[in-house]
């Protein structure tokens, strides 16, 4: 089975804040993709990447950035955390290499409250 | 991505089979008919997809209309680990990554 693994499932930071989202993936995916999940606003696409240090926003990449230097591990950044930025946050990946159709298989998530 | 229509929620009780309709009746002829589930507090869980085959792994199956516009995911033997919010969405490959999540269905297992 796929495993997606994020490092923490709670955080609390401070606004102004520089947080890092680790995640890594044991299958050798070669896609990862960092959302945002919101009561009432579902999942949102923030960033996501095809390969090793490559790097593509998405819906809403604001405030945000990633860093990919390892294929299994996909890194969001929040630069100065913001109360807005109060979420929970999902890592996915999939297989990639113009399977387009393969899953997602998705990581438990960071509940991130900035105070 | 083709619009998705789910009832709010249903109860099964634990060992029988969980039955989860969906409409789709927009879905287009290139979009294959996913399902997910996220279990409270988790991250969603993909089950199961296809384009009009009916499939089968070993979490559930799916039967999928000749028309196409509706479709059933099926739990054989429903289990109190089943509880969750059982998402139906149509996506076409270059839209497979761009998730969105209805308000899904709220499978509850009663034992």
């Known amino acids: 089975d796929v495993k997606v693994t994020q490092s923490s499932r709670y955080l609390v930071k401070r606004t102004g804040e520089k947080v890092f989202l680790e995640c890594v993936q044991d299958?050798?995916?070669?896609?990862m993709f960092w959302y945002r999940q919101d009561p009432g606003l579902g999942l949102r696409l923030i960033y996501f990447?095809?390969?090793?240090?490559?790097?593509e926003k998405g819906d809403i990449p604001e405030g945000y950035s990633v860093s990919r230097e390892k294929k299994e591990r996909f890194s969001l950044i929040l630069e100065s955390a913001s109360t807005n930025q109060t979420s929970m946050y999902l890592c996915?990946?999939?297989?990639?290499?113009?399977?387009?159709?393969?899953?997602?298989?998705f990581g438990n998530g960071t509940r991130l409250t900035v105070t | 991505d083709a619009k998705t229509t789910q009832p709010p929620s249903m109860d099964c009780a634990e060992g029988r089979a969980a039955n989860l309709p969906c409409n789709h009746s927009?879905?287009?002829?290139?979009?294959?008919v996913y399902w997910y589930r996220q279990i409270h507090s988790q991250g969603p869980q993909y089950i199961i997809h296809?384009?009009?085959n009916n499939e089968t792994n070993e979490m559930a199956s799916l039967i999928i209309t000749e028309d196409r516009k509706s479709s059933t995911l099926i739990l054989p033997h429903a289990t109190l680990r089943d509880t969750a919010v059982y998402y139906c969405?149509?996506?076409?490959?270059?839209?497979?990554?761009?998730?969105?999540f209805g308000k899904g269905t709220k499978l509850s297992v009663i034992p």
């Open positions: 996915a990946s999939t297989l990639g290499g113009g399977r387009l159709y393969s899953p997602l298989h």
């Open positions: 299958m050798d995916h070669e896609n």
């Open positions: 990447s095809y390969d090793v240090k490559m790097k």
């Open positions: 927009t879905i287009s002829g290139n979009e294959y």
């Open positions: 296809g384009l009009k």
């Open positions: 969405i149509g996506l076409s490959g270059a839209g497979s990554y761009q998730l969105t």
